[in-house]
C-alpha cells in the first residue's frame, strides 16, 4: 500500500513538472531542452523508462491545449515570494469566468530573475507575463488576457499590460517595471550646486546603473566641496529596489562610514528620499528630493529645523554628460 501510495505521488509530481516544462517552452522544445528535462527526472527519480516521459508529455500537452484559451500562473519559490494576489483555488475559479478564460498554476516557468511569470496562450500562439506583483498589476493583466480570449488572438494591443509583457528569447534581463519611474537616473550626470542661504558652490558627478539583472538601480556619486581653499570630495553609494511589500526603498552608504533607508515616494513630480530613522519631536530632519528634467534632474537637499516644515537647503541641476 505504501508503495502504490508513494508510485502515485511521484507520477503526479512528474505530471506537475511535464506541465510546467511545457508551458515554458510553450509547447516547442529543442532535443536539447529536452534532454536537459530528462536527465533531471532521471537524476531524481521521477522516471525509469523514457516511455513514462512520453506518456506525461502527451498529457501536458493535452492540458496545455485544452479550451480555446488558457493562463497558466506560475506558483514557483520566486513567483511564490514576490507575488501580492490571491490565486486560491475558489479565487482564480471567480476570475476565470469574469475574464472568459480558464486559468491554471504551474510549477516553475523560469526565467525567475522576472518573477513573478504566467503564460497566456490562446489558440496556438502564446503571450508571457512578468513582474506583475499587485493587485493593480494583475487587474491589467487579466483585461489583456479577456480581450485577448474574445478576439481569439494573444497578440493585441497592449494599453496598460505593456509594462508586464515579456519574451523569454529576448527579455531576459528586462529591467524591474516597478523602477520604470527611476530609469531617469541611469546614465552618467555632473552639476554645479549652491546653497540658498549664502555663498559657496559645490560639484557633484553620478553614474547610475542597472544593477542585478535590471532588478535595482545603483548611484555612485562624489560631490567636491571647497573647503578652506582646499577641494575635498565626498564619495557615496545608493541602491534603490522594491522590499517584499512592493515599496521602493533606497539604502545609501557615505566615505564617512554612515549607512541609512529611505522609503522612496513620488508626488507631484517629485521623488522624495524619507528618512526611515526614528526621530524625537523637535528633532532636524534631512531628505533628498529629485525633480526630473528633459536632459537629467534637479537634486535638492531639504531641511526641517523640527518645526516640521521643509525647507531646501542647497540645490544641483544635474546634466546629463
Not at 531628505?287 to 537634486?299: A, I
Request: net charge negative; glycine share 8%; hydrophobic share 35%.
Amino acid at each position: 500500500m505504501l508503495a502504490q501510495q508513494l508510485n502515485k505521488n511521484l507520477s503526479s509530481e512528474l505530471n506537475d513538472l511535464t506541465l510546467a516544462f511545457v508551458v515554458r517552452t510553450q509547447n516547442h522544445w529543442s532535443p536539447e531542452a529536452l534532454e536537459r528535462f530528462q536527465s533531471y527526472l532521471r537524476k531524481n527519480d521521477y522516471i525509469r523508462h523514457e516511455a513514462d516521459l512520453q506518456d506525461s508529455l502527451a498529457q501536458a500537452q493535452e492540458i496545455f491545449m485544452e479550451d480555446a484559451s488558457r493562463l497558466f500562473i506560475c506558483t514557483g519559490k520566486s513567483c511564490s515570494k514576490r507575488r501580492k494576489f490571491d490565486i486560491s483555488e475558489e479565487g482564480l475559479e471567480k476570475l476565470a469566468h469574469e475574464h472568459n478564460c480558464s486559468i491554471l498554476t504551474t510549477k516553475c516557468q523560469g526565467p525567475c530573475n522576472q518573477s513573478p511569470v504566467a503564460t497566456l496562450r490562446v489558440g496556438e500562439n502564446c503571450q508571457m507575463f512578468s513582474q506583475f506583483e499587485t493587485d493593480n498589476d494583475l487587474s491589467a493583466v487579466l483585461k489583456y488576457v479577456k480581450r485577448a480570449a474574445n478576439s481569439s488572438n494573444a497578440l493585441i494591443q497592449a494599453l496598460d499590460a505593456e509594462p508586464f509583457l515579456f519574451n523569454p528569447k529576448q527579455d531576459r534581463r528586462k529591467p524591474s517595471v516597478a523602477l520604470k519611474k527611476f530609469e531617469f537616473l541611469v546614465g552618467l550626470f555632473r552639476g554645479e550646486g549652491s546653497y540658498l542661504a549664502g555663498p559657496g558652490t559645490f560639484w557633484k558627478e553620478t553614474t547610475g546603473s542597472w544593477e542585478a539583472d535590471g532588478r535595482f538601480i545603483s548611484l555612485r556619486a562624489g560631490t567636491t566641496y571647497l573647503i578652506e581653499g582646499k577641494q575635498e570630495t565626498y564619495n557615496s553609494f545608493v541602491m534603490i529596489g522594491s522590499n517584499a511589500d512592493g515599496k521602493i526603498e533606497a539604502w545609501s552608504f557615505g566615505s564617512g562610514g554612515n549607512a541609512e533607508s529611505h522609503q522612496l515616494i513620488k508626488e507631484n513630480g517629485r521623488i522624495c528620499f524619507i528618512d526611515k530613522m526614528e526621530r524625537k519631536p523637535g528633532e532636524r530632519r534631512l531628505q533628498k528630493v529629485l525633480v526630473p528634467g528633459e536632459q537629467g534632474y534637479e537634486e535638492l537637499l531639504e531641511i526641517d529645523p523640527g518645526s516640521g516644515i521643509y525647507e531646501v537647503y542647497s540645490t544641483v541641476k544635474m546634466e546629463r554628460a
